[in-house]
C-alpha cells in the first residue's frame, strides 16, 4: 500500500523530468519545423538528425533513472542523499536533514502516505507567521521546514537563574498515590491513570492547594501492578536529579540518538541528568545491534532506564508518562527538557533552559505545529492519515466543542496562543505549580481519550487559563523554526503500534 503511492510519487517526479527533457526537445522540433520551412534541401541533413534527438532523448532518460532511480530505490541509503527534511507524523527510517537545499540539490518526494490535502472550503488555513521560514509549496508537494537562529547565552558559566523566577503562582499540588477498590463494587480494575470521576476532573481544573490524580496510582493490595515500574536502583538515581533530560522508546519505535556530545557543556554533562525510558524489547534490540550500557547503565551520555509492564497497550499512550510527567519521576527536578527520540538533541540543556524559560519569563516552554493551528484541521489530518480509532477522536473531539473549544482565530486580539496545534516533540519545564498542574491536567486527558495529544492541549490550556482568571500561567509558545535549531530531526524506525482505526 505504502510502497505503492510511494512509486506513484516517484513516477509523477519522473514525469517532471521527463516533461521537462520534452520541452526542450519541443524547442529544438520548433527549430527543426522552421529548417524544414526553409527548404527541402535539408531534408536529408534533418533526418539523421531527428534520429540523433531520437537516441539522446533515450539517453537522457536512461541517465536520470539510473541516476535518481536508484538514489531513491536504496532506502538504506537515502539518509544521506536527501538534504532536506519533509517532516510529517508519518517517519521513515534514515532521512536527516539540517542543510537547506542547494540549488541542483534533489527535492525529495514526499513520504509514503503524507498526503498534505489542498484545504477544503471552510477549512482554516493558518498563515504564515513573520520569522517563519515557509518555501511556497509545490503543487502536491509537502512544505519543507528549515531551523532558524536561537541565541543563546554564549556560555554556561554566564548564566544564572533570575533570582524571583520561581515565585510564579503558588500553591500546593499533591497527587493520589493510590486507589482503593470502592466498597461495593464487584468489578474494580486498577489502571495507572486512576479512576477519575467527571466531576474530579472538572475540580482538579482549579490552581489551589489540592490533591489530584497524575498517573501513578498505585494497585490496591492483592491487585495486579498497574505498571511502569523501575529499579530501584533508577529511582534511586532518579531521585537526585535536579535538571532532567528525558526522552523514550517503547516498542522499538526509534533508533538510539545520542546527544551531540561537543554541544554539551562540561558543566551539564556533570549535573543534568539524561535519562532515556525503554522497555526491554527496545533495550535488548538496541543490545544486539551493538549498543549495550556500560557498568553505569548508560549509553553515551543517556543513562537507560527499564520500565517493566507498560501500563498502556498503545506504545504511544506509555510514552506520554514520561513525556508528561517527569515531575513526578524526578521528584526533586527543578528543571526538565523532554526529546522525542526521533531528534538528536543539538544544543546545551542549560542554554536551552536559560534562553526558553527564564530569558522568556515563562515556566512552560513548547512549539507551535509547523503547518497546523487548529484543533479542527489536527481532527482531519489525523483521520486521514489513520492515526486512530476515528471515533475515539470524535468522542474526544465533541466532547471538547461541547466543552467550549472554539476554532483557532488568527484576529482574535484575546487569543492567548500563536497556535492551537503544538509540535510537542521538544518541551522546555520549570517545575512550577501551574507547570505541574498543567502537566497533570493534560497527561490525564490523553489518559482519558485518545494518546493524541496535539488534540488536547488547546483545549487543556485554555480550560485551565479560564478556571484560573487571576492565576497566571506563563507559557511559552515558540516557533517550531527554532525547534529544529535545538536538535536534529530524524525518521522513526518504525511507527509504534496504536489501536488500529476502526
Ligand atoms: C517575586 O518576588 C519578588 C521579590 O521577592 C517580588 O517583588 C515579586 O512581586 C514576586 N512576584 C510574584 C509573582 O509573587
Ligand atoms: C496551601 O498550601 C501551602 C503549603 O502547604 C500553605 O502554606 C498555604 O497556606 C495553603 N493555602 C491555603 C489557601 O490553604
Ligand atoms: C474505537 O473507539 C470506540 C469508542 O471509544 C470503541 O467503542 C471501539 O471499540 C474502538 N474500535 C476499535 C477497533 O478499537
Ligand atoms: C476580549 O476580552 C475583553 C475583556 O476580557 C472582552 O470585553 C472582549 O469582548 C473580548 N473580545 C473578544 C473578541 O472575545
Not at 527549430?31 to 540523433?52: D, N, Q, S, T, W
Not at 497527587?175 to 461495593?184: A, L, Q, V
Not at 496562543?417 to 498542574?437: D, K, Q, W
Not at 535549531?485 to 511507527?495: D, I, N, P, V, Y
Amino acid at each position: 500500500m505504502a510502497s505503492h503511492k510511494y512509486n506513484n510519487d516517484l513516477l509523477v517526479d519522473r514525469r517532471d523530468i521527463i516533461s521537462a527533457i520534452l520541452k526542450s526537445v519541443g524547442r529544438n522540433e520548433q527549430g527543426y519545423r522552421a529548417g524544414r520551412r526553409g527548404g527541402r534541401r535539408h531534408g536529408r541533413i534533418f533526418k539523421p538528425r531527428f534520429l540523433h534527438w531520437v537516441l539522446l532523448l533515450a539517453l537522457l532518460l536512461f541517465l536520470c533513472f539510473a541516476v535518481f532511480g536508484t538514489k531513491l530505490d536504496i532506502h538504506g541509503n537515502v539518509e544521506n542523499s536527501l538534504p532536506l527534511l519533509v517532516e510529517g507524523h508519518e517517519q521513515f527510517p534514515g532521512s536527516d536533514f539540517v542543510t537547506p537545499p542547494r540549488k541542483g540539490d534533489f527535492v525529495a518526494p514526499p513520504w509514503k502516505g503524507d498526503f498534505v490535502a489542498p484545504p477544503r472550503k471552510g477549512n482554516f488555513v493558518a498563515p504564515p507567521r513573520k520569522g517563519d521560514f515557509v518555501v511556497p509549496p509545490r503543487k502536491g508537494k509537502r512544505k519543507q521546514h528549515f531551523p532558524c537562529e536561537v541565541q543563546f547565552s554564549a556560555l554556561v558559566d554566564d548564566i544564572l537563574e533570575p533570582k524571583d523566577y520561581m515565585n510564579l503562582t503558588q500553591f500546593s499540588l499533591e497527587y493520589i498515590d493510590k486507589e482503593e477498590k470502592p466498597s461495593g463494587a464487584n468489578l474494580f480494575e486498577p489502571r495507572f491513570g486512576g479512576h477519575q470521576t467527571h466531576e474530579k476532573r472538572e475540580q482538579s481544573f482549579y490552581a489551589r492547594n489540592q490533591t489530584i490524580h497524575c498517573g501513578l496510582v498505585k494497585a490496591p493490595q492483592g491487585f495486579p501492578s498497574t505498571g511502569f515500574e523501575l529499579s530501584e536502583n533508577d529511582k534511586e538515581y532518579m531521585s537526585t536529579c535536579q535538571v532532567v533530560v528525558s526522552s523514550c522508546i517503547f516498542g522499538n519505535s526509534d533508533f538510539l540518538r545520542r546527544p551531540t556530545s561537543k554541544m554539551i557543556s562540561e558543566f551539564s554533562k556533570k549535573n543534568v541528568c539524561f535519562v532515556m525510558f525503554m522497555d526491554e524489547d527496545t533495550l535488548s534490540k538496541l543490545s544486539s545491534e551493538g549498543h549495550t550500557p556500560d557498568e553505569r547503565g548508560n549509553i553515551g551520555l543517556w543513562r537507560i532506564v527499564v520500565v517493566r509492564n507498560l501500563p498502556y497497550l498503545d506504545m504511544r499512550k506509555t510514552g506520554k508518562v514520561p513525556k508528561f510527567l517527569s515531575h513526578r519521576l524526578f521528584p526533586s527536578s527543578r528543571y526538565s527538557i523532554w526529546i522525542d527520540s526521533k531528534m538528536r538533541l543539538n544544543a546545551d540543556p542549560m542554554l536551552i533552559i536559560e534562553f526558553f524559560l527564564w530569558r522568556m519569563k515563562a515556566e512552560y516552554a513548547i512549539s507551535s505545529h509547523y503547518d497546523r493551528r487548529c484543533v479542527w484541521e489536527e481532527v482531519l489530518q489525523n483521520k486521514r492519515l489513520n492515526k486512530y480509532n476515528h471515533t475515539a477522536i470524535d468522542e474526544q473531539f465533541a466532547f471538547y466543542k461541547s466543552d467550549g473549544l472554539k476554532k483557532f482565530d488568527l484576529s482574535d486580539q484575546n487569543t492567548s496562543l500563536p497556535s492551537y496545534v503544538p509540535e510537542g516533540s521538544f518541551i522546555i519545564r520549570a517545575h512550577t505549580p501551574m507547570s505541574n498542574l498543567f502537566s497533570c491536567l493534560w497527561f490525564n486527558e490523553v489518559d482519558r481519550f485518545t494518546s493524541r495529544d496535539q488534540l488536547s492541549f488547546a483545549y487543556t490550556y485554555l480550560k485551565l487559563r479560564r478556571m484560573n482568571p487571576d492565576k497566571p500561567f506563563y507559557l511559552n509558545m515558540f516557533k517550531d523554526c527554532q525547534r529544529r535549531a535545538l536538535a536534529k530531526l530524524f525518521h522513526h524506525r518504525t511507527e509504534p503500534s496504536s489501536p488500529p482505526p476502526p
